[in-house]
């Protein structure tokens, strides 16, 4: 995986009533959730309300009784569904997901260093679109360092379907990019 | 040609049972072509991961600081603000010359006379709660009495889920002989 899982204490029974593991939670989740929304296409508005509306989800949940397992996943899962809500369909969107930024590279590299990352950004592009929309999903929340099992608990597919995805989707990736 | 057709994406994420992880292993160990299938694969997430970083870093909702002030916030706001106006402009009691207020009027009459008074009576809908009567230290002060208290629900003034149990604010307001707002107090 690119990452380790996050550091959570879960579950988290006293979530409903504890403001500082409420909080906790809101700063650990944020902005992954942010990033992974903004990877979907969504607007800095709308992925700010769709990430406060998942919180407000979560603490109804909780309070509730809901399960208080896999509250990463759950709350991954609200968010995506929430996203997909708020666009009819990502192709629909004036901006692509995961629309590419040369601005990143740094101001101090020098012309050629500059000229290679471009292109080596544009290949990128080119292989990441395309992916299919579940590829190019299924490697977004591996960055964020979700499990297999997690990927599918958000993606509502099974974890063997995730693992056989994964694997597609890098080999593209590879082969693509000259890798 | 290697023909090994072992997930080595999913052995790479840890994501193998141990007896499957341990037997990819070996292979790979043993299999210089798998090795650098492995390292292929890594340099693949890697870019990938770096692209997606790039990318989503550009949307301002991926910087925004964990400490931005909540958007609903200024919203709360401006609620408890219009309730604080309306309490101000609410219709006033008829306002009294000091002249043909009897001295005895200076204290503070019961409950009870108060709520028979119409002339006196505050609108019910804005008042939650008469606050207790204290000595009045002038003349004005004691005109100025009741103090009126308001309630404000916790949740509108901390985010989803931080709400503390049990903990309201209340705003106490003061009024002039003439209906006038004479001081604001916010207080847990």
Redesign the interface.
Known sequence: ???DSLPLNLPLPR???D?CE??DL??EL??PL??????LG????E???VV?DA??S??KHLAAGGSQQNIRSWLFRVAHNRARNCQQSYAQRKGEP????F??VSHEATPEQFVLEKE??LR??AA?RSLATQEREC??L??EGL??REIGEVLEIPTSTV?DT??RA??K??EK?N? | MCDFRGPLIAWMDGELAETEAAAVERHVQGCTECRDRVASYEEAGSRFATYYSQATQATPAANLSSQTMPRWLPWAAVAAAVVLIAMALLPRPAKQSPAVVPAVAVAPPPATEIDSNPARQVQPVARRHIAPRRKPRSTEWALAQPAIQIAIPADAVFPPGAVPEGISYIANLSLASDGSVQGVRLQP
């Open positions: 995986m690119s990452g979530f409903a009533t403001s409420a909080t809101y700063c944020r902005k942010l990033r992974y929304l903004a990877g969504l607007s800095a508005d992925a700010q309300d406060q919180f407000l979560l603490h995961l629309d590419p930024v601005d990143a080596k950004s990128m592009e990441v490697l977004m591996r960055a499990r297999y693992a994964v694997d890098i080999k990736l590879v990019c890798v």
